[in-house]
Protein backbone atom coordinates (compact mmCIF):
# COMPACT_ATOMS: atom_id res chain seq x y z
CA UNK A 1 0.00 0.00 0.00
CA UNK A 2 0.43 3.69 0.01
CA UNK A 3 3.39 4.87 2.36
CA UNK A 4 4.36 8.17 3.45
CA UNK A 5 7.82 8.46 5.06
CA UNK A 6 9.54 11.26 6.97
CA UNK A 7 12.97 12.09 8.25
CA UNK A 8 14.62 12.77 10.62
CA UNK A 9 12.46 11.22 13.39
CA UNK A 10 13.72 13.60 15.91
CA UNK A 11 15.64 16.98 15.24
CA UNK A 12 17.27 18.73 18.36
CA UNK A 13 18.16 22.08 17.67
CA UNK A 14 18.94 25.14 19.38
CA UNK A 15 17.05 28.30 19.15
CA UNK A 16 18.02 30.22 16.25
CA UNK A 17 19.03 27.40 13.80
CA UNK A 18 17.19 26.60 11.14
CA UNK A 19 15.03 23.64 11.02
CA UNK A 20 14.14 21.10 7.78
CA UNK A 21 12.41 17.66 7.84
CA UNK A 22 11.40 15.86 4.27
CA UNK A 23 8.55 13.77 3.21
CA UNK A 24 8.36 11.19 0.64
CA UNK A 25 5.98 9.61 -0.41
CA UNK A 26 5.33 6.00 -2.27
CA UNK A 27 2.88 7.68 -5.59
CA UNK A 28 2.65 10.67 -6.92
CA UNK A 29 0.63 12.64 -5.19
CA UNK A 30 -2.31 15.18 -5.87
CA UNK A 31 -1.36 17.31 -2.82
CA UNK A 32 0.23 17.25 0.36
CA UNK A 33 -0.78 18.86 3.98
CA UNK A 34 1.23 19.55 6.52
CA UNK A 35 -0.19 19.84 9.94
CA UNK A 36 1.42 20.46 13.70
CA UNK A 37 1.22 19.18 17.09
CA UNK A 38 1.98 20.51 20.20
CA UNK A 39 3.22 18.63 22.97
CA UNK A 40 -0.45 17.21 24.64
CA UNK A 41 -1.94 18.72 21.85
CA UNK A 42 -4.05 17.75 18.98
CA UNK A 43 -3.04 18.08 15.20
CA UNK A 44 -3.79 21.10 13.49
CA UNK A 45 -3.71 21.96 9.68
CA UNK A 46 -0.97 24.21 8.36
CA UNK A 47 -0.90 24.14 4.69
CA UNK A 48 -1.82 22.43 1.45
CA UNK A 49 0.51 21.94 -1.86
CA UNK A 50 -1.27 21.20 -4.93
CA UNK A 51 1.38 22.17 -7.81
CA UNK A 52 4.24 20.65 -8.72
CA UNK A 53 7.25 22.61 -7.73
CA UNK A 54 4.74 24.49 -5.33
CA UNK A 55 6.44 26.75 -2.81
CA UNK A 56 4.69 28.41 0.00
CA UNK A 57 5.69 30.66 2.96
CA UNK A 58 3.98 31.42 6.17
CA UNK A 59 6.62 33.81 8.05
CA UNK A 60 9.49 31.90 8.92
CA UNK A 61 8.14 28.40 7.63
CA UNK A 62 8.38 27.45 4.08
CA UNK A 63 6.65 24.68 2.01
CA UNK A 64 8.18 22.70 -0.85
CA UNK A 65 6.48 20.37 -3.03
CA UNK A 66 8.66 18.63 -5.13
CA UNK A 67 8.38 18.14 -8.85
CA UNK A 68 7.75 14.59 -9.05
CA UNK A 69 4.90 15.54 -6.72
CA UNK A 70 6.16 12.37 -4.46
CA UNK A 71 8.51 14.39 -2.31
CA UNK A 72 7.70 17.98 -0.04
CA UNK A 73 9.51 19.55 2.80
CA UNK A 74 9.17 21.84 5.45
CA UNK A 75 11.84 24.56 6.80
CA UNK A 76 11.06 26.53 9.52
CA UNK A 77 14.40 29.79 9.66
CA UNK A 78 15.41 30.68 12.94
CA UNK A 79 13.63 28.06 15.25
CA UNK A 80 11.61 29.67 18.52
CA UNK A 81 10.89 27.74 21.47
CA UNK A 82 7.24 28.12 20.01
CA UNK A 83 8.13 26.06 17.12
CA UNK A 84 8.24 22.94 19.45
CA UNK A 85 6.31 20.11 18.14
CA UNK A 86 5.85 17.11 16.09
CA UNK A 87 5.43 17.77 12.11
CA UNK A 88 3.61 15.77 10.02
CA UNK A 89 2.78 15.33 6.49
CA UNK A 90 -0.20 13.45 4.74
CA UNK A 91 -0.73 12.14 1.20
CA UNK A 92 -4.62 11.78 -0.06
CA UNK A 93 -5.05 7.61 -0.18
CA UNK A 94 -3.41 6.40 -3.64
CA UNK A 95 -5.99 5.46 -6.37
CA UNK A 96 -9.56 6.50 -7.30
CA UNK A 97 -11.76 9.50 -6.63
CA UNK A 98 -10.88 11.38 -3.30
CA UNK A 99 -12.41 10.34 -0.14
CA UNK A 100 -10.61 12.48 2.27
CA UNK A 101 -8.80 10.01 3.78
CA UNK A 102 -4.80 10.74 4.68
CA UNK A 103 -1.92 9.08 4.76
CA UNK A 104 0.38 10.63 7.48
CA UNK A 105 4.17 10.31 7.49
CA UNK A 106 5.18 9.21 11.42
CA UNK A 107 6.06 12.67 11.78
CA UNK A 108 8.90 14.99 13.12
CA UNK A 109 9.66 15.56 16.37
CA UNK A 110 11.14 19.29 17.13
CA UNK A 111 12.58 20.19 20.25
CA UNK A 112 14.10 23.78 20.30
CA UNK A 113 17.00 24.38 23.06
CA UNK A 114 16.37 27.90 24.57
CA UNK B 1 -10.70 25.27 18.93
CA UNK B 2 -11.20 22.95 15.77
CA UNK B 3 -14.73 22.64 16.63
CA UNK B 4 -14.45 18.69 16.87
CA UNK B 5 -15.52 17.59 20.47
CA UNK B 6 -14.89 14.43 22.20
CA UNK B 7 -15.72 12.38 25.09
CA UNK B 8 -14.42 11.56 27.51
CA UNK B 9 -10.92 13.19 27.70
CA UNK B 10 -9.27 10.49 29.82
CA UNK B 11 -10.79 7.09 30.21
CA UNK B 12 -9.48 4.81 32.70
CA UNK B 13 -10.48 0.94 32.42
CA UNK B 14 -9.36 -2.74 33.01
CA UNK B 15 -8.57 -5.37 30.63
CA UNK B 16 -11.10 -6.97 29.08
CA UNK B 17 -13.50 -4.20 29.37
CA UNK B 18 -15.15 -2.25 26.73
CA UNK B 19 -15.20 1.05 26.00
CA UNK B 20 -17.13 3.84 23.80
CA UNK B 21 -15.29 6.82 22.57
CA UNK B 22 -17.97 9.58 21.10
CA UNK B 23 -16.97 12.30 18.84
CA UNK B 24 -19.07 15.36 17.52
CA UNK B 25 -17.48 16.89 14.14
CA UNK B 26 -17.66 20.63 12.78
CA UNK B 27 -20.64 21.59 11.58
CA UNK B 28 -21.17 20.78 7.83
CA UNK B 29 -18.42 18.31 8.31
CA UNK B 30 -20.00 15.20 6.86
CA UNK B 31 -16.97 13.22 7.26
CA UNK B 32 -15.34 12.06 10.50
CA UNK B 33 -12.01 10.03 10.67
CA UNK B 34 -10.80 8.06 14.07
CA UNK B 35 -7.22 7.65 14.25
CA UNK B 36 -5.00 5.73 16.67
CA UNK B 37 -1.70 7.65 18.41
CA UNK B 38 0.59 5.77 20.76
CA UNK B 39 3.58 6.87 22.86
CA UNK B 40 6.41 8.85 20.13
CA UNK B 41 4.09 7.20 17.37
CA UNK B 42 2.83 8.52 14.27
CA UNK B 43 -1.02 8.86 13.46
CA UNK B 44 -2.66 5.21 12.65
CA UNK B 45 -5.85 5.62 10.69
CA UNK B 46 -8.24 3.33 12.23
CA UNK B 47 -11.68 4.45 10.47
CA UNK B 48 -13.61 6.70 8.31
CA UNK B 49 -17.37 7.52 7.83
CA UNK B 50 -19.04 9.49 5.40
CA UNK B 51 -22.51 10.24 6.16
CA UNK B 52 -23.49 7.66 7.82
CA UNK B 53 -21.25 4.86 5.43
CA UNK B 54 -18.21 3.45 6.53
CA UNK B 55 -15.54 4.97 3.56
CA UNK B 56 -12.07 3.45 4.40
CA UNK B 57 -10.57 1.28 6.80
CA UNK B 58 -6.95 1.43 8.23
CA UNK B 59 -5.45 -0.72 10.53
CA UNK B 60 -8.50 -1.22 13.05
CA UNK B 61 -8.29 -4.42 15.01
CA UNK B 62 -11.42 -6.87 14.85
CA UNK B 63 -12.19 -5.57 18.61
CA UNK B 64 -12.77 -2.24 17.35
CA UNK B 65 -15.56 -1.07 15.47
CA UNK B 66 -17.33 2.38 14.72
CA UNK B 67 -20.19 3.83 13.57
CA UNK B 68 -21.70 7.54 12.05
CA UNK B 69 -25.36 7.91 13.35
CA UNK B 70 -27.74 10.09 11.58
CA UNK B 71 -26.57 13.33 12.97
CA UNK B 72 -23.21 12.64 12.10
CA UNK B 73 -21.26 11.80 15.33
CA UNK B 74 -19.57 8.86 15.31
CA UNK B 75 -18.50 6.46 18.20
CA UNK B 76 -15.77 4.36 18.59
CA UNK B 77 -16.41 1.30 20.29
CA UNK B 78 -13.23 -0.94 22.01
CA UNK B 79 -13.71 -4.05 23.50
CA UNK B 80 -12.19 -6.69 24.89
CA UNK B 81 -9.20 -4.43 25.66
CA UNK B 82 -5.45 -5.25 25.93
CA UNK B 83 -2.69 -3.42 27.46
CA UNK B 84 -1.46 -2.58 23.88
CA UNK B 85 -4.67 -0.89 23.14
CA UNK B 86 -3.17 2.38 25.62
CA UNK B 87 -3.43 5.24 23.55
CA UNK B 88 -4.48 8.57 22.56
CA UNK B 89 -7.53 8.92 20.11
CA UNK B 90 -8.23 11.46 17.84
CA UNK B 91 -11.55 11.79 15.99
CA UNK B 92 -10.97 14.70 13.05
CA UNK B 93 -13.68 15.62 10.58
CA UNK B 94 -13.51 17.36 7.13
CA UNK B 95 -16.09 18.75 4.45
CA UNK B 96 -15.13 16.36 1.80
CA UNK B 97 -16.06 17.24 -1.32
CA UNK B 98 -14.81 17.96 -4.62
CA UNK B 99 -11.44 16.79 -6.42
CA UNK B 100 -8.98 17.53 -3.26
CA UNK B 101 -8.94 16.76 -0.12
CA UNK B 102 -10.09 18.97 2.54
CA UNK B 103 -7.70 20.07 5.72
CA UNK B 104 -9.09 17.49 8.61
CA UNK B 105 -9.78 19.04 12.11
CA UNK B 106 -8.78 17.21 14.86
CA UNK B 107 -10.56 17.00 18.26
CA UNK B 108 -8.82 16.81 21.48
CA UNK B 109 -8.39 13.50 21.93
CA UNK B 110 -9.49 10.63 24.16
CA UNK B 111 -6.67 9.36 26.64
CA UNK B 112 -7.37 5.69 27.05
CA UNK B 113 -5.21 4.18 29.87
CA UNK B 114 -5.68 0.06 30.25
CA UNK B 115 -4.85 -1.64 33.47
Known amino acids: GQQVMQIPQYQHVQEGEDFTTYCNSSTTLSNIQWYKQRPGGHPVFLIQLVKSGEVKKQKRLTFQFGEAKKNSSLHITATQTTDVGTYFC??????????????FGQGTILTVHP | DSGVTQTPKHLITATGQRVTLRCSPRSGDLSVYWYQQSLDQGLQFLIQ???????AKGNILERFSAQQFPDLHSELNLSSLELGDSALYFC??????????????FGPGTRLTVL
Open chain 1, 90 to 103: AGPSAGGTSYGKLT
Open chain 2, 49 to 55: YYNGEER
Open chain 2, 92 to 105: ASSVVGGVLENEQF
